[in-house]
């Protein structure tokens, strides 16, 4: 979307690979990719893109937002980035991710994380209330049209880490080496600003976090893309000149 073509603008060659049995629902069987999305786990994911960035001839400046955030460090723990952007990032094993407002957002999925079966998007009106809470309801609804089945699996893994016998969502920080921005939107409900910045801190001096004033947690559309943005541009040019 918008987000990948301003910095196609900005002459980078843009990457935006679709996680397996995932789509917009206008362009994929939704019941069949459901019942397929429910057993992957998040290494299944962290494969596919690994693959990906052993195809590329350079090493990437990898960017994810919330569950992609923490797919993203998966993925740069196992190969070399040039750098990583964190978006609301969804926790890694051990951290404390019981906030009020994401237990009342995520706690309605506790039978499908432990019984492995798919999770359908969350009611309009939870949605409107817990993750796109600062969006114009017009971009909101735009969005939530988009939206697919996630898997129960992935998200058992990452709630539950502690009884994965497979580790899949730790992340070995010190495998990293690279510099890390991570931004926060101080109305998240979703991935509140204490997870993203206990994410930062993870990554000591190679953390960099930033919070947008008055974001929910879809940044990277709306009124709050521009400030993003401008986040990221900065944080670049500082490690362009740290890299020269």
């Known amino acids: 979307g918008e987000f990948a073509s301003e910095f196609e603008r900005r002459g980078y060659k843009i990457y935006a690979p679709t996680n397996r049995y995932h789509g917009k629902p206008e362009d994929i069987d939704i019941w069949g990719s459901a019942q397929k999305v429910s057993k992957v786990g998040l290494l299944d994911y962290v494969s596919d893109l690994v693959e990906l960035v052993d195809e590329m001839d350079s090493p990437p400046i990898v960017m994810g937002h919330s569950v992609g955030a923490l797919l993203a460090q998966l993925v740069a723990a196992r190969r070399q980035t040039r750098g990583l952007v964190l978006l609301a990032p969804a926790p890694t094993a051990g951290m404390f991710s019981f906030y009020p407002s994401a237990v009342w957002l995520w706690g309605r999925y506790m039978l499908q994380w432990l019984m492995g079966r798919p999770m359908y998007p969350v ?4 949605w409107q209330k817990l993750i796109a809470n600062a969006l114009p309801e017009d971009i909101s609804a735009e969005y939530y049209a988009s939206l697919c089945a996630e898997s129960g699996t992935a998200y058992r893994q990452m709630i539950f880490w502690f009884a994965d016998p497979k580790k899949s969502s730790r992340v070995k920080y010190s495998k990293v080496k690279a510099p890390v921005l991570v931004l926060g939107g101080s109305e998240d409900k979703c991935t509140p600003p204490g997870m993203c910045r206990g994410t930062a801190k993870n990554y000591g001096k190679d953390g960099k976090y ?35």
Not at 123 to 126: G, I, P, R, Y
Not at 226 to 231: A, I, Q, W
Request: charged residues 25%; glycine residues 8%; aromatic residues 8%.
């Open 123 to 126: 009611s309009w009106a939870a």
């Open 210 to 244: 930033v919070e947008l004033e008055g974001s929910d947690h879809m940044m990277t559309v709306g009124p709050y893309l521009p400030r993003t943005l401008e986040e990221i541009d900065t944080w670049l040019n500082e490690i362009s000149g740290e890299n020269k």
